[in-house]
């Protein structure tokens, strides 16, 4: 009986710049708010309250809470790549053809390719894309990323830790990225 290891983890967060753009816009809001409180506009300030506060709530979840969930699993046998709620991805390494770096925004492989399922944010994207009989699984929070190309899809890979997913990936499965 062989002893399987716990796979190689690596989480795919929202990018930097979106989370940064989130909380100014929470504290745009405070500012605005305690300007109304200041110069008795109360009714006002409640209504910024009210509707901004919600909003920030359910803007948090969607942008920071819901991304930190994503990850990239590297185990033994196979790559799975989790971007709850949208999709749950299985890659064994024997379907894995060829794997190399790209640019996401330059690769010919993935132009013309539109979302299908998941969400795309800034630099940030979890989900199925498609177009011209083709269709790529992309997580990645960065421009370089890493393409495994398989039988039937490509499977783009941007974790925030590149250099340890190309290593855990040869280390773990065999595949050597040209």
Known sequence: MSEQRAPDIFPVPQALVVILALLGLALGSAWLTAWFFRNDMHMAAAVVLVLIGPMLFLLWNILYMKPSDTRIMVGDGAV???????????????????????????????????????????????????????????????????????????????????????????????????
Request: charged share 25%; aromatic share 6%.
């Open 80 to 178: 799975v790549v989790e971007a709850p709620p949208y999709f749950t991805a299985t890659v064994p390494a024997d379907s894995i053809l060829k794997a190399y770096r790209c640019d996401i925004a330059s690769d010919p492989h993935l132009q013309g390719l539109t979302r299908d399922t998941g969400t795309q944010i800034g630099p940030y994207r979890a989900g199925i894309f498609k177009g011209q009989g083709r269709e790529a699984v992309i997580v990645s929070r960065r421009r370089d990323a890493l393409c495994l190309v398989t039988d039937g899809r490509l499977v783009v890979l941007g974790p925030r830790d590149l250099p340890g997913l190309g290593a855990a990936l040869e280390a773990r499965l065999g595949v050597r990225l040209s």
